[in-house]
């Protein structure tokens, strides 16, 4: 039996990169013993109903010893490598920066003893990589280069590292899904177009857009919005939305996929992703996304999506919300072209297989050097 360890940032996330490693690592192959292994210490309600669903899957999960996320980083390799020495991981994959970052540095420890040499698969999940850290994400990459071990989860993520980074050829793998069982959300108000934000209040998401949009449509007693979520601009988008009788705001709600078909729509104004999950969950759940158009979101959905802005344009966002008030746009069409779409795409079987190929590949390279 091989042992995958997937490296992540936090159990406390909850992600998209958290919940592809995590759906990687529901794979019932026999042949593989997956380990969940987190950067940052969590602690919270969410993370103990995840630490739930990761015992009753069968992964077993490793927690960091350090709150603080630079310390974190520093001081990961002084646990991880006590870790990797009781356990003996075939396979190391790393999913976000922080990670990235994390394993890097371990790696560099692990030079000083001669007969430690991991095996790395490194997921890059964003087509825009290390903005706070540019000149370090500059070192770290070439680590990752050199060892051809990245992968991408989209072609507009592929396109953009071959850009900025190297012109080699990286394989695709897509993120995959399942159809969960569907449950009630009860913040739903009835009579109104439920709307649903759920992703970090950051400016990558498009949160500052969100609230103009809100705020333009101060007036509408038709829709009522959902924002799940966090992050730097919490604060500020709390306060901004304090007026607003038509707002909900959530902090992280666990299965939040269970909860999808109970919403109208969905809403994603992010300026980039790498290959979002949350509008391949709302598909499978029948509920149409009204998006942004920009990389990573544009691949999630059929072409011509309909429910799609340019350059988030809360003006075209308003023209959208106005055409679904008036029956101008047909709910249930959208959400089963979308749904096959998803059904055909993004299936998570799929994807368990091409990263288990990858990392049989990887392990048979090891042992042909060694023999």
Same mark, same amino acid.
């Given at each position: 039996?091989? *042992?995958i360890?997937?490296?992540?940032?936090?159990?406390? $996330?909850?992600? &998209?990169?958290?919940?592809?490693?995590?759906?990687i690592?529901?794979?019932?192959?026999?042949?593989?013993?997956?380990?969940?292994?987190?950067?940052?210490?969590?602690?919270?309600?969410?993370s103990?109903?995840?630490?739930?669903?990761? !015992?009753?899957?069968?992964?077993k999960?490793?927690?960091?010893?350090?709150?603080?996320? /630079?310390?974190?980083?520093?001081?990961?390799?002084?646990?991880?490598?006590w870790?990797?020495l009781?356990?003996?991981?075939?396979?190391?994959h790393s999913?976000?920066?922080?990670? +990235?970052?994390?394993?890097?540095?371990?790696?560099?420890?692990?030079?000083?003893?001669?007969?430690?040499?991991?095996?790395?698969?490194?997921?890059?999940?964003?087509?825009?990589?290390?903005? +706070?850290?540019?000149?370090i994400? /500059?070192?770290?990459e070439k680590?990752?280069?050199?060892? =051809?071990?990245?992968?991408a989860?989209?072609?507009?993520?592929?396109?953009?590292?071959?850009?900025?980074y190297?012109?080699?050829? #990286?394989?695709? #793998?897509?993120?995959?899904v399942?159809?969960?069982d569907?449950?009630?959300f009860?913040?739903?108000i009835?009579?109104k177009?439920?709307?649903?934000?759920?992703?970090?209040?950051? $400016?990558?998401?498009?949160?500052?857009?969100?609230?103009?949009? #809100?705020?333009?449509?101060?007036n509408?007693?038709?829709?009522?919005?959902?924002?799940v979520? &966090?992050?730097?601009?919490?604060?500020?988008?709390?306060?901004?939305?304090?007026?607003?009788?038509?707002v909900?705001?959530?902090?992280?709600?666990?299965?939040?996929?269970?909860?999808l078909?109970?919403?109208?729509?969905?809403?994603m104004?992010?300026?980039?992703?790498?290959?979002?999950?949350?509008?391949?969950e709302?598909?499978?759940?029948?509920?149409?996304?009204?998006?942004n !158009?920009? =990389?990573?979101?544009a691949? %999630?959905?059929? =072409?011509?999506?309909?429910?799609?802005?340019?350059?988030?344009?809360?003006?075209?966002?308003?023209?959208?919300?106005?055409? #679904?008030?008036?029956?101008?746009?047909?709910?249930?069409?959208?959400?089963?072209?979308?749904?096959n779409?998803?059904?055909?795409?993004?299936?998570?079987? %799929?994807m !368990?297989?091409?990263?288990? *190929?990858i990392y049989?590949?990887?392990?048979? +390279?090891?042992?042909? *050097? !060694?023999?």
């Amino acid at each position: 039996m091989k *042992k995958i360890f997937h490296v992540i940032s936090s159990i406390d $996330l909850g992600g &998209s990169a958290e919940r592809v490693a995590i759906n990687i690592a529901k794979s019932k192959n026999k042949e593989f013993e997956y380990h969940l292994v987190e950067v940052i210490r969590s602690d919270s309600d969410f993370s103990n109903q995840l630490k739930k669903e990761l !015992q009753a899957n069968g992964i077993k999960y490793h927690l960091s010893i350090i709150r603080k996320k /630079k310390l974190a980083i520093l001081f990961f390799w002084t646990w991880f490598l006590w870790l990797y020495l009781k356990e003996r991981p075939n396979i190391i994959h790393s999913d976000t920066e922080v990670p +990235d970052l994390s394993l890097w540095i371990f790696r560099k420890v692990a030079c000083l003893l001669f007969w430690i040499r991991p095996k790395y698969i490194r997921t890059i999940h964003n087509t825009e990589l290390w903005n +706070d850290w540019k000149w370090i994400g /500059k070192i770290v990459e070439k680590y990752y280069i050199r060892k =051809q071990s990245n992968i991408a989860i989209s072609d507009s993520v592929r396109n953009n590292y071959m850009k900025a980074y190297s012109p080699r050829p #990286i394989p695709v #793998i897509y993120n995959g899904v399942s159809v969960v069982d569907p449950k009630p959300f009860h913040g739903i108000i009835a009579g109104k177009l439920n709307i649903l934000f759920a992703g970090r209040m950051e $400016l990558q998401k498009g949160i500052d857009i969100l609230v103009k949009l #809100i705020n333009r449509l101060n007036n509408n007693d038709h829709i009522y919005f959902h924002v799940v979520g &966090s992050g730097t601009m919490e604060k500020d988008v709390k306060e901004c939305l304090a007026a607003c009788s038509f707002v909900s705001i959530y902090d992280k709600v666990y299965n939040l996929s269970a909860y999808l078909g109970s919403f109208d729509y969905l809403i994603m104004p992010s300026r980039h992703e790498g290959l979002a999950l949350m509008p391949i969950e709302a598909s499978l759940a029948h509920t149409p996304t009204i998006i942004n !158009q920009c =990389q990573g979101l544009a691949e %999630t959905l059929p =072409q011509n999506w309909p429910l799609c802005v340019k350059n988030n344009s809360v003006e075209e966002y308003v023209a959208i919300f106005e055409d #679904i008030l008036k029956g101008n746009i047909d709910r249930n069409y959208l959400a089963d072209m979308a749904f096959n779409f998803t059904k055909e795409h993004f299936n998570i079987s %799929t994807m !368990q297989k091409q990263y288990e *190929k990858i990392y049989e590949e990887k392990c048979n +390279d090891n042992a042909t *050097k !060694q023999a």
